[in-house]
């Protein structure tokens, strides 16, 4: 389990990063945390001829208020995130899931840019970005770009990054008063992936009508699944226990799509979405409600 | 003041080294002029090598050499066999086919050495695997150990008519007498599933030759080091005295790392003489998942034979055992289960038949547990399952069978793991299941709580259950106690260590006889350099069998001390008194002498040791049962299921363990936490996934579900301490213990939280998802 052989670049500037990228395309890889990077060329699974670490580059960690929500650097660790103040008070649903990632030698190195480049489908931040319809900076030396978490998910593994690109920041709303959030996951030990989870964030009006929902799913599909039509059926509701199953009934069989693997069946893995996605809704009910 | 150190909690003497990373390791060693080996593994199950092309492999820079079964020639045959069948049973039939070193021909299991690459480094040696080529010829894969005992399956050995490796019979009593006046019979059939021991520390070797005195050392992470170091000097033509053999700190063994011998121990030593350089080859995580064997696969098809109050009349159990594509191990594992069907009770009648099959699947040899568990598993299921069907409280059904305080020693008239007759020494069983009882408190939880815990909603359920543990096997262990001049006292032995606290238990048992501190004894363990003679470290037997030969060796060299010090001191033996290091004349303290002092009296540089004596306060002695200890257990389990997910939380788990005499509590404890995390991950997470083509799925700890702190209960731990009546220290094994109840605990303990879905769980381990496919009366995966 050793990996075969790459060129490695340790750039300190951005622009240097950029340009390396440029130079070698699809032959570079960026390491950042190395969380996933590394054990996949230990098995050689990934092979890449040139390594383009960007620990070096000062800068890319931050965790910024802003008017409206917050920026988070590249390079922000997931322990910074886990222990952030402003994470708590400007994105709870991301503070609060942190400690479900993986164990603390994992999130003290693994990073915020690092999860999303790589969009594994049973990863949480992507799945949470895009239930928070975050948006990220993504960078080249051609320019910049920004692009919302619901359009870069494309696939598993896949982004709508670049070879030439690296995922600088993002930007993270935050949710309007009278909002709950939750999220709901079924994990075999406390730091696995999850065999399915869904992530839910709700608005009010003043009535206690439902003006927003969103619900995005992990580990059921091959990138976050979005489900537009059920989070659309709770606008303009009251959340009753019928409009709750009814939403999640739309999602959990027409909007997820969840495979098969030694750890869990399709069939399974719907059924815990399903029961999960109860469960948020009513979670993130009740915080709306300011009762939780 | 109280002068035993038995029994007594002393924190570890190894703890220092280890904790602060001095402790030496195999992958520790590095050697001037070092090379670095890597296996080119076979990833079919079951294929003809049509050819091998290493041209490209060969001449890639820092690679240094590379060697196939051809270049090996007539070096390259199967290692000996590790335990010899049973020549006692009748009718016994046994098959040996044993690992060779790399394979020339045909592919029996994924994993196999086809080749191996010797370089500057190891990441250039994997560099060469990448380029060597490998044609195949596929061929049907044998991945089931029921169809591979079908008339049309697929051979792994062409030599060998069919799969069947094994078949052994045997019976006590008369188990069809017994059904035909049973009130009720129980039929029932039991999966058990593969897994794997994942010790912290992978395998590895290094060997060094040195040309000139024509002498081999090879630090080994086996638990076995001084038959390792025999086989090797026979295999490489070497005296014995020429071969050293360490096996130094060793990160968990688990029974996986005494098998002998794996091929890369074949392999290493013959690759350091003929390329006249150290080479070291570290096994890592994946290989490990292929390469070292592994346990537990086993189909059970049992009935029981009861009156109506639940008395056991008999059982009779037919069972096919899988030992993948060869077996070394003997019958080992099979003999095990044998041994466990019946569990602690009192069973007339028993008839169990077995047949063990070649699959094209990882050698399988005893992992913690090693087939008691299977026994265990199909016993208590069988007890739950009489209960229900005979209306009697589960416990109760136990208590009325378990074996009485007054029927020991209980002779079973069948053999066990080491061909010794089945004979369960000593033991209190009802005493340990009311011990557990309380601690738990199980009246009230029934009465009270769960109720309660229902009427809330939620699934709660309780589980207990009892299980022996036959332990403490011979052939023998010896040891050697030294009075050294500092005073200290140095003490070897041959058994090997791999983090069970033998530098602290054996030291307790030597400092006790010898009036020292614990720390003052420093033991040598698993170097054929310091003790010539020895098995090895398996069948939880260090406590038992090394450790009263330690308790043997001990009081040789206290009446060596206390003869030379009552001429010294002038004083009569029985007026002496150990203590402090030191020699005293009761009650006259100023008469007394120092064991250094003493040490140097009877190593004199002059003068003559007296006709009929030896030099030095020094002793060795040996220790070899006739037969085995067997100790005994009842665990008890609380624990909350979510029905809708399945996911469990473990409220209580309690312990009572009565293993004889205890050396050390806290090393006991930790003995029996360790074994119980085994014991979940057999029970409901570890569980290695195979297809059809016998290749493993989750070869990785990503996908293999190791139990982690995360998932652990606080588990708490009750002793009671029923003497073996077949040793000095009075001591039974203990090291497996932990293991062997659980996944029928927690099988007891789902179906009691899962009551309103009544049903019947007859395979381990499970997971989520099969548990919830069973609660719903589905098929599932």
Not at chain 1, 163 to 176: Q, R, S
Not at chain 2, 243 to 251: L, Y
Not at chain 2, 655 to 676: A, F, R, S
């Amino acid at each position: 389990m050793k990996p075969a052989p790459f060129a490695y670049y340790a750039p300190t500037t951005l622009d240097e990063a950029l340009s390396l990228l440029s130079e070698h395309g699809y032959d570079a890889k960026v390491l950042a945390g190395g969380q996933s990077l590394v054990p996949m060329m230990n098995f050689r699974i990934a092979q890449p001829a040139v390594l383009v670490d960007i620990n070096n580059i000062p800068d890319l960690a931050y965790i910024n208020a802003e008017e409206g929500g917050v920026r988070v650097g590249a390079l922000t660790r997931h322990h910074q995130s886990e222990t952030s103040p402003v994470m708590a008070r400007h994105a709870p649903l991301i503070y609060s899931t942190m400690p479900k990632i993986a164990y603390p030698q994992v999130r003290t190195r693994g990073t915020f840019g690092g999860s999303l480049s790589h969009a594994d489908p049973s990863a949480e931040l992507p799945t949470l970005t895009t239930t928070l319809d975050a948006k990220f900076r993504l960078v080249s030396q051609c320019g910049e770009r920004w692009v919302s978490a619901r359009e870069f998910f494309l696939g598993l593994y896949t982004t709508a990054l670049e070879p030439d690109e690296i995922l600088i920041e993002g930007f993270v709303p935050e949710l309007p008063p009278r909002s709950g959030w939750s999220l709901q996951e079924v994990n075999r030990r406390k730091h696995d992936f999850a065999l399915a989870g869904v992530a839910a964030v709700l608005t009010l009006d003043e009535s206690g009508i439902c003006q927003d929902a969103r619900l995005v799913f992990l580990s059921v599909g091959d990138h976050p699944m979005y489900a537009e039509r059920a989070s659309n059926l709770l606008k303009g509701q009251a959340l009753t226990p019928e409009a709750i199953r009814a939403a999640t009934e739309l999602a959990t069989t027409e909007e997820i799509d969840p495979g098969d693997d030694i750890h869990a069946t399709a069939d399974f893995r719907r059924h815990l979405a399903k029961t999960l996605c109860q469960r948020a809704i009513e979670q993130a009910h009740q915080r709306a409600q300011g009762k939780q | 003041m109280d002068k035993r150190l038995i029994g007594k909690r002393v924190v570890r003497n190894e703890d220092p080294r280890l904790l602060t990373g001095q402790a030496q390791y195999v992958d520790d060693v590095n050697l001037p002029n070092m090379a670095h080996a890597a296996m080119f593994r076979s990833e079919y199950a079951h294929a003809r090598i049509r050819s091998i092309d290493v041209s490209k492999a060969r001449a890639y820079p820092g690679v240094i050499a590379v060697y196939t079964a051809e270049d090996m020639g007539a070096d390259c045959y199967p290692g000996p066999p590790l335990v010899s069948p049973p020549p006692t049973v009748k009718d016994v039939i046994f098959n040996s086919r044993r690992q060779v070193p790399l394979v020339k021909d045909k592919i029996r299991h994924a994993g196999e050495i086809i080749a191996v690459v010797i370089a500057e480094t190891r990441y250039i040696a994997e560099d060469g695997l990448d380029l060597i080529e490998i044609e195949y010829e596929p061929l049907p894969v044998v991945a089931d150990i029921e169809k591979a005992l079908e008339p049309d399956s697929p051979l792994v050995h062409d030599d060998l008519d069919s799969n069947l490796a094994a078949h052994l019979v045997q019976k006590k009593g008369d188990y069809e007498a017994a059904r035909a006046s049973a009130d009720a019979i129980i039929q029932r059939r039991f999966t058990i599933e593969r897994g794997t021991a994942a010790a912290m520390e992978n395998r590895g070797i290094v060997a060094q030759w040195d040309a000139k005195s024509e002498a081999l050392t090879v630090w080994d992470t086996t638990q076995a080091p001084i038959p390792i170091r025999n086989g090797l000097a026979a295999r490489l033509g070497l005296s014995e005295s020429k071969v050293r053999v360490i096996a130094p700190f060793i990160g968990g063994g688990f029974g996986p790392k005494i098998m002998m011998f794996y091929s890369e121990e074949m392999l290493v030593p013959w690759l350091a003489i003929k390329l006249n350089r150290p080479v070291k080859w570290i096994e890592d995580r994946r290989e490990n998942f292929y390469a070292t064997t592994q346990e537990r696969g086993q189909v059970h098809e049992v009935e029981m034979a009861f009156t109506r109050d639940g008395k056991i009349l008999g059982i009779k159990d037919d069972f096919i055992h899988d030992t993948g594509a060869y077996d070394p191990y003997g019958l080992t594992t099979p003999l095990n289960t044998q041994s466990h069907v019946m569990g602690g009770y009192d069973i007339p009648n028993f008839t169990s038949e077995f047949r063990v099959a070649f699959t094209n699947k990882t050698i399988v040899t005893p992992m913690r547990g090693a087939g008691r568990p299977h026994g265990i598993y199909v016993i208590e299921r069988m007890m739950d399952i009489a209960a229900k069907e005979l209306g009697i409280d589960r416990v109760e059904i136990r208590r009325r069978n378990l074996i009485k305080p007054d029927a020991f020693p209980y002779e079973h008239g069948i053999i066990d793991q080491a061909f010794a007759p089945l004979i369960f020494d000593s033991g209190n069983y009802e005493a340990v299941l009311n011990e557990t009882l309380k601690a738990v408190g199980y009246e009230k939880f029934i009465k009270e709580e769960q109720p309660r815990y229902r009427a809330e909603g939620r699934r709660v359920g309780i589980g207990v259950l009892p299980f022996i543990e036959t332990t403490g096997v011979g052939p023998y262990e010896g040891a050697r106690v030294t009075v050294e001049a500092s005073g200290k006292i140095a003490v070897a032995t041959g058994v090997g260590t791999q983090g069970q606290g033998h530098f602290t238990s054996f030291a307790q048992v030597v400092a006790e006889q010898l009036g020292v501190d614990v720390t003052d004894v420093r033991i040598t363990t698993g170097d054929s350099a310091h003790f010539n003679w020895g098995t090895g470290t398996f069948a939880s037997r260090g406590a038992v069998v090394a450790g009263n030969a330690m308790h043997a060796a001990a009081t040789m060299v206290r009446k060596k001390i206390l003869k030379l010090a009552s001429k010294v001191l002038n004083a009569p033996e029985e007026e002496l008194e150990l203590e402090d290091g030191m020699v005293r004349v009761a009650d006259i303290p100023q008469s007394s002498i120092s064991l250094s002092d003493l040490a140097a009296l009877a190593n004199p540089l002059r003068g003559a040791v007296e006709p009929g004596t030896e030099p030095g306060l020094e002793a060795t002695a040996y220790y070899g049962p006739q037969y085995g200890p067997t100790a005994f257990g009842v665990h008890a389990m609380i624990a909350e299921i979510d029905a809708e997910t399945m996911m469990i939380k473990i409220l209580r788990y309690v312990v009572t363990e009565d293993c004889g005499t205890i050396l050390n509590p806290l090393i006991l404890e930790g003995q029996i936490h360790g074994g119980v995390a085994l014991g979940l991950g057999n029970a409901y997470y570890e569980k290695l996934h195979f297809d059809e083509n016998a290749q493993l799925l989750n070869a990785s700890f990503m996908d293999y579900l190791l139990v982690g702190s995360t998932e652990m209960p606080r588990i708490e731990v009750h002793h009671l301490e029923t003497r073996s009546p077949l040793n000095e220290l009075g001591t039974k094994g203990v090291g497996e213990a932990g293991a062997i109840p659980v996944p029928a605990l927690f099988a007891q303990t789902m179906e009691d939280a899962l009551y309103d879905y009544n049903l019947e769980i007859r395979e381990t381990p499970l997971n989520p998802n099969r548990l919830f496919g069973i609660a719903r009366k589905e098929k599932t995966a």
